[in-house]
Each structure stands twice: as C-alpha cells, then as structure tokens.
Nanobody, 120 residues
Framework: VQLQASGGGLVQAGGSLRLSCAASGRTASTYAMGWFRQAPGKEREFVTAINWSGGRTYYVDSVKGRFTISRDHAKNTVYLQMNSLKPEDTAVYYC??????????????WGQGTLVTVSS
C-alpha cells in the first residue's frame, strides 16, 4: 500500500483545512486508515482513524468536535476535515494504514507527511 498525503498549509487560528490521503494498492480499501501528527520536539501522536468500512471513527480528545475523518472507497482516499484550528494543532500530519486501529504509531504503512501551520 502506498499513501500520498496532501492539503497542508498555513492557516490562521480558527480557520479550516482539509487533508487528503490517496491510497494505492489492490488491498488498500481493506485497511483501517488514520492520521497521526508530530510537532517539533514531540513524539508522533494519534489523531484520528476510520475502520475499513467507514462505519467507525475514533478521535483523540483534543480534536473531538473539530476534526472529521472520512473515506471514499471509490477514490481510495481518506480525508481529514480540520475546523476551528488552534496553534497547538501545528504539526506534520501523517496518514497511515493498518489492519486494525491502534493509537500507537506502529501502523504498517505511512504517507510522507504534510505540514500544517496554524498562526495565532
């Protein structure tokens, strides 16, 4: 499975961004998909994930109510809609694929990361 993340950028606090992660590979649609982020000097942390069918989603408490993960099987793409962004959301965001959803950054496949910068 190959993952290509895009959509990062610079936004003011309170603004919105939508990240995309395009997956390729014959079995890509059977994997759970997730987003992690890593701020400078910090460890990579779990943000959100969606199971293979799209029927279950999980979020870290700090983004609940602001971020929404979704997936489009026809396009083999996962989206992360980020609203009400805060400066503490600034990080490199990585999409990932794994056979099941775990919050540890031990997922099998990773995209290259896309930088999100939120200015105050």
């Amino acid at each position: 499975v190959q993952l290509q993340a895009s959509g990062g950028g610079l936004v003011q606090a309170g603004g919105s961004l939508r990240l995309s992660c395009a997956a390729s590979g014959r079995t890509a649609s059977t994997y759970a998909m997730g987003w992690f982020r890593q701020a400078p000097g910090k460890e990579r942390e779990f943000v959100t994930a969606i199971n293979w069918s799209g029927g279950r989603t999980y979020y870290v408490d700090s983004v609940k109510g602001r971020f929404t993960i979704s997936r489009d099987h026809a396009k083999n793409t996962v989206y992360l809609q980020m609203n009400s962004l805060k400066p503490e959301d600034t990080a490199v965001y990585y999409c990932a694929a794994h056979s099941l959803i775990v919050t540890a950054p031990v997922w099998d496949y990773w995209g290259q990361g896309t930088l999100v910068t939120v200015s105050s």
